[in-house]
């Protein structure tokens, strides 16, 4: 049998970051505080619990003091950083660049918006981490549209900047402001920003292809990846027979009847060492 990774398969290069800092920190300290799951895998959540890092809310947050906290690559609001100022907690910021920037752009965006009575609009999952810290950039004033039944929310008769969350749809961005474009009143000023990661934009073209090679796609991801159930709808769509795990143990034997190459592929926040690890049960199933 025949069982490949897809190459570009695996952590960004944001979540990555986060993780090498978190295990810097904890070489040295054993004990790690990290603002919510560092990523959305809790396989890697649980091995980095092992090594110390310890998952905590923002209420907890709050209570804290004289300590250190993690900011994970999602990012965070104005709110948290004031916090950390007041109760002396020190942060170490893995805040991913891409993300950064998307925040400083929504915050001079919504600094133009109010000199015109104007809307900041964010393409987005409302309560998503990052979105979060995005919203924080215009004091939570920004509208989160998740599809086209939020589109009601929006004055089509006010100025618009609209962004997206980096790692939504490139197709779902484009129809949205598609349809904001064409709902809009005469002379209105509407600009919408490509803030979509590259990384999560280039990854359609490359999942679609490396799915028609294969019988059997099985997609390992975390079950509340936003980033996850987007790729493997494309999965899905290319190669019918894709199946979505969280890791090994929900491997089912059938799958494999009369299968003789599987192709196994993740979202970027997926470990690799996950996606080898369901590479090896698929191996030892077969023989």
């Known amino acids: 049998m025949i069982v490949d990774i897809e190459q570009h398969s695996g952590f960004c290069f944001g ?3 986060a993780i090498e800092r978190a295990e810097k920190e904890l070489e040295n300290d054993k004990f790690l505080y990290c603002l919510g799951d560092i990523v959305h895998n809790s396989a890697e959540v649980e091995r980095l619990a092992k090594c110390g890092l310890h998952v905590i809310s923002h209420e907890e947050f709050a209570k804290l003091s004289n300590c250190k906290v993690l900011i994970r690559a999602h990012g965070e609001p104005p ?3 004031a916090i ?3 109760q002396n907690i020190m942060l170490i910021d893995a805040t991913c660049p891409i993300v950064l920037k998307l925040q400083q ?3 001079e965006g919504y600094q133009d918006m ?3 009575d104007g809307q900041v609009v964010i ?8 979105v979060a810290g995005l919203e924080g950039q215009t004091e939570h004033h920004a509208i989160v549209i998740d599809d086209d039944s939020d589109l009601k929310n929006i004055s089509f008769s006010k100025p618009i900047r609209l962004y997206s969350q ?3 749809s490139k197709e779902g961005y484009e129809n949205l402001q598609k349809n904001i474009q064409t709902k809009l009143n005469k002379d209105i000023d509407f600009i919408a920003f490509d803030t979509i990661c590259k990384q999560v934009a ?3 073209k490359e999942l679609c292809d490396f799915c028609k090679n294969y019988q059997l796609i099985l997609f390992v991801c975390g079950k509340n990846s936003s980033n996850g159930q987007y790729l493997f709808n494309l999965c899905k769509k290319a190669n019918p027979n894709t199946q979505f795990i969280s890791d090994a143990f929900e491997l089912k034997s059938e799958w494999l009847e009369s299968v003789d190459r599987v192709g196994i592929c993740g979202a970027t926040s997926t470990p690799m060492w996950l996606m080898e690890q369901v590479a090896e049960s698929v191996v030892a199933i077969a023989q």
Do not use: C, D, L
Not at 123 to 130: Q, R
């Open 166 to 168: 980096t790692t939504k």
């Open 84 to 86: 950390a100022e007041i």
């Open 15 to 17: 979540v990555v970051s």
């Open 79 to 81: 709110e948290t950083y």
């Open 114 to 116: 109010q000199k015109v």
């Open 105 to 107: 752009r929504i915050r």
């Open 202 to 204: 280039n990854r359609a």
């Open 123 to 130: 393409f987005g999952k409302p309560g998503h981490a990052e």
